[in-house]
């Protein structure tokens, strides 16, 4: 990794037979082609509640490991947006889908909902600003790679579906995960290679917990004891 502003496309080109698997994925081709079952969605969008709760925390340890000042006022905007904005909006849609805040409130995790955002928060707690942006980079990113894709191959026949298409295909969206991206690659630029293999392992477990989140709505994922 010599030519650091390659430095997330050289992430992204290791990830990419996982990335590739996300967009082939039933889950995902559900979305689509509007056939995914409405109950799988709805298990899907109330474990997605409850990872975007931690989420937000991994936005406050950006605000904590952040190098300037204008760095953390961008971390303190992302997590105001997610933890307020993004949340109220989730909760609008869930409203669609009969989906109560008090029912996603009492919900628990899902075995892979607690082992990823307790990947993203160990990272977050004990590594470099990098490393924070590293974990939740493929969250991001992926969503906005999804949301792009399925937009441009025409969207979704089911309405609601289509809702959530055109939220990841945002231009407002976009711009969050390119922000990540550019910051990334700068704060990276003197880095050693043994810093930015650290930065590709985080990268690639949470491109992993990506896939598997897909899996874990699919199934419906419960926990076997």
């Not at 971390?75 to 849609?93: A, I, K, P, V």
Request: hydrophobic share 40%; proline share 4%.
């Amino acid at each position: 990794m010599t030519n650091n502003s390659k430095f997330t496309d050289e992430l992204r080109q290791h990830a990419a037979p996982i990335w590739e698997a996300d967009l082939k994925h039933p889950f995902v081709r559900g979305i689509a082609d509007g056939s995914l079952p409405t109950e799988k969605f709805k298990f899907y969008l109330i474990q997605d509640y409850l990872f975007l709760l931690d989420y937000s925390r991994v936005f406050a340890y950006g605000v904590i490991k952040a190098h300037d000042e204008a760095t953390m006022a961008l971390f303190s905007q992302l997590l105001n947006e997610t933890l307020n904005t993004e949340m109220d909006l989730h909760r609008g849609y869930c409203k669609k889908f009969g989906i109560s805040a008090d029912e996603m409130e009492a919900a628990e995790m899902s075995p892979t909902t607690h082992a990823y955002t307790r990947h993203i928060l160990h990272v977050a707690q004990i590594g470099t600003l990098a490393d924070v942006i590293a974990g939740v980079l493929p969250c991001q990113w992926g969503y906005a790679e999804i949301g792009t894709t399925l937009a441009e191959q025409g969207g979704s026949p089911e309405p609601l579906y289509q809702e959530w298409i055109d939220m990841y295909a945002s231009p407002e969206f976009l711009a969050l995960g390119e922000w990540l991206r550019n910051l990334l690659n700068e704060i990276t630029s003197d880095s050693s290679s043994f810093e930015k293999e650290r930065i590709q392992r985080y990268f690639l477990l949470s491109s992993r917990y990506e896939y598997l989140f897909w899996e874990m709505a699919w199934t419906e994922q419960p926990w076997q004891i």
